[in-house]
């Protein structure tokens, strides 16, 4: 059960992150669920053992998101990095 929280966390941290980044509509919200009601339906869900399920996932938009952040924090980052 532990994998099941771990989506429900990124998920949660997602909507944090993006809020800040001023995503604050609610499509952007719908559009998380629908994303991870997919994955699981096709059987890419967390209990998925491949790589690319949908903890790898939203772990990489997570990660997108704290570097839209990062362009403040680390001055050594270009535009270009950051594309």
Known sequence: MSTLSTTLELRNKIL???EKSGLTDSCFKKMLDYTIEIFE????????YGYHNIDHELSVAFGALLL???????????LDDLK
């Open 16 to 18: 944090i992150e993006s």
């Open 41 to 48: 339906a096709n059987g890419l869900g967390a209990s998925y």
């Open 68 to 78: 839209n952040d990062a362009k403040e924090k680390i001055p050594e980052l270009s």
